[in-house]
Every structure is written in structure tokens, then in C-alpha cells.
């Protein structure tokens, strides 16, 4: 069964700790893999695809690099705003060339001053 | 910046009503999708459309939900009949290809069933 599981859950950061988020999957077949941030009672925002292992994508204090078994988001020195839910979700093709996602549960990121 | 809209932002409807969640997708994407997200649990797709069909529905969407798109800029979810369970954020996304093409998401409508 295609699975993506992120941890951890929550987590508790102060101003300027870096850390980093895991997003591990077992799906048939990798073609993608998205973060997204996600606000309180908002949609998903894009912040990064990623296609194939070694791979990695830099915006601001945010780097997300991808392996065959999982992805991290690095976060260096975060600052109050960076605290929202950071979602992966991964792609799975289809035949006609459609495709769908399939997101894990998320790590809530709180910041603070 | 292109972005989906949604509305409404919030919706409140009895069981057993119908509902029409209403979404404009990025002007020159090609592919529709919607998903939703029980609170607390995570964004679970619903399904996708392409040159007017369904490409693709997951066992959510069952005989009571329909997808539309009615004219050249709207694209719609309608739930024929709601039931408790329904209630959640229903999200809207498009994208410009089908392929691992970068899906952008509405604000979303909630949709609140009593």
C-alpha cells in the first residue's frame, strides 16, 4: 500500500534553532515529491517539487532534499513566521498520464521569539 | 500572481441537502482536482478531471458526489446528498499537465453539515 509518514508531529522550535523535518514513503514508483506549507484554515502553499534521489531545492531558510526513501526539509534559523503545518505529499501516476497525491499527516512547526 | 479561488469560504448546510462548492482554477491549467481534509486528518484526494471527464476518483467519491465544470473558468464538486461525515475543508487545485506537474490549491471551503 502506498504510504507517506512524516515526523515528527509536532515539533517546538526556539528562534534561530535550525532543524529538520523527515517525510519517508513506500510507494510503486516514485515520480515526485511536493512540500507544501500549510496555515490554519488555509490550502496547501507550494514550496518544492523534487523528481529524483540527490536532488535538493533552496527558498530562503527552507532546503528539501530527497532520497529513494525519504525527503527532509531542512530549516535553518527559523523565525516566528516560518511556524505553520509542513506538508509532503507524493506523486502517483496513471496510465493517460494522470496522477494523483497522496500527503502525509504533516509536522506542525511552532517557532518561538 | 495566478492563484485558485474558492467559494464560498464557508458553507453551513443541513443533512441531506445538496451542496455546490464553486472553484476557478490558475487561467491556463488544464487538469482539476479536488481533495479534502476531515479536521485533524490528513488532505485525501477525491478526484481528477481533464477535458471535461474524471481521470481518476479514489472510493470517497462515490454516487453522491459529481464534479463539472460548467463553463470555461468554473469547475465545481456537488454532494447530492450530505451527511455528517462530509463535513471538512474541500480543497480545489489545478495544474498545467497531468504528469508530475505542480498542482497550486485554493483557500479551500469549509463545509460544515448539522
Known amino acids: 500500500e502506498d504510504q507517506v509518514t512524516q515526523s515528527p508531529e509536532a515539533l517546538r522550535l526556539q528562534e534561530g534553532e535550525s532543524s529538520s523535518l523527515n517525510c519517508s514513503y513506500t510507494v510503486s514508483g516514485l515520480r515526485g515529491l511536493f512540500w507544501y506549507r500549510q496555515d490554519p484554515g488555509k490550502g496547501p502553499e507550494f514550496l518544492f517539487t523534487l523528481y529524483s534521489a540527490g536532488e535538493e531545492k533552496e527558498k530562503e531558510r527552507l532546503k528539501a532534499t530527497l532520497t529513494k526513501k525519504e525527503s527532509f526539509l531542512h530549516i535553518t534559523a527559523p523565525k516566528p513566521e516560518d511556524s505553520a503545518t509542513y506538508l509532503c505529499a507524493v506523486v502517483l501516476m496513471f496510465s493517460g498520464g494522470y496522477n494523483k497525491l497522496i500527503f502525509g499527516a504533516g509536522t506542525r512547526l511552532a517557532v518561538h521569539p | 500572481e495566478p492563484e485558485v479561488t474558492q467559494t464560498p469560504s464557508h458553507q453551513v448546510t443541513q443533512m441531506g441537502q445538496e451542496v455546490i462548492l464553486r472553484c476557478v482554477p490558475i487561467?491556463?491549467?488544464?487538469?482539476f482536482y479536488w481533495y479534502r481534509q476531515i479536521l485533524g486528518q490528513k488532505v485525501e484526494f477525491l478526484v481528477s478531471f481533464y477535458n471535461n471527464e474524471i481521470s481518476e476518483k479514489s472510493e470517497i467519491f462515490d454516487d453522491q458526489f459529481s464534479v463539472e465544470r460548467p463553463d470555461g473558468s468554473n469547475f465545481t464538486l456537488k454532494i447530492r446528498s450530505t451527511k455528517l461525515e462530509d463535513s471538512a475543508m474541500y480543497f480545489c487545485a489545478s495544474s498545467v499537465s497531468g504528469s508530475t506537474d505542480t498542482q497550486y490549491f485554493g483557500p479551500g471551503t469549509r463545509l460544515t453539515v448539522l
Open positions: 487561467s491556463n491549467h488544464l487538469y
